[in-house]
Nanobody, 121 residues
């Protein structure tokens, strides 16, 4: 059993910053990539940023230069620092972790429950 829990969402004015955290816990042998997705009302879930176990990162075009992603492998935690926030960043932000629970098991993607980010204009 693996749990993924996000925290750090909230309400912020345009131009402000928020830092999201996401911790994976439970029966974890190793974690490959971790990432953040978001889903705005009436829209499909979209990739925001990902980070591999060796810190290679990837960002959706609209957040490049404003968001950074980092991870603490010892704590199985990933962070999303969001600066210069815009109203269009408003969404539920979901974290995922690609986890291997034992050396013999396949990697499985676990998701958190999501955290709301609201940016007011």
């Amino acid at each position: 059993q693996v749990n993924v829990v996000e925290s750090g969402g909230g309400l912020v004015q345009a131009g402000g910053s928020l830092r999201l955290s996401c911790a994976a816990s439970g029966s974890i042998f190793s974690i490959n990539a971790m990432g953040w997705y978001r889903q705005a009302p009436g829209k499909q879930r979209e990739l925001v940023a990902t980070i591999t176990s060796d810190d290679k990162t990837n960002f959706e075009d609209s957040v490049k230069g404003r968001f950074t992603i980092s991870r603490d492998n010892a704590e199985n935690t990933v962070y999303l620092q969001m600066n210069s926030l815009k109203p269009e960043d408003t969404a539920v932000y979901y974290c995922n972790a690609d986890v291997r629970t034992s050396p013999q098991r396949f990697i499985f993607r676990y998701w958190g429950q999501g955290t709301q980010v609201t940016v007011s204009s």
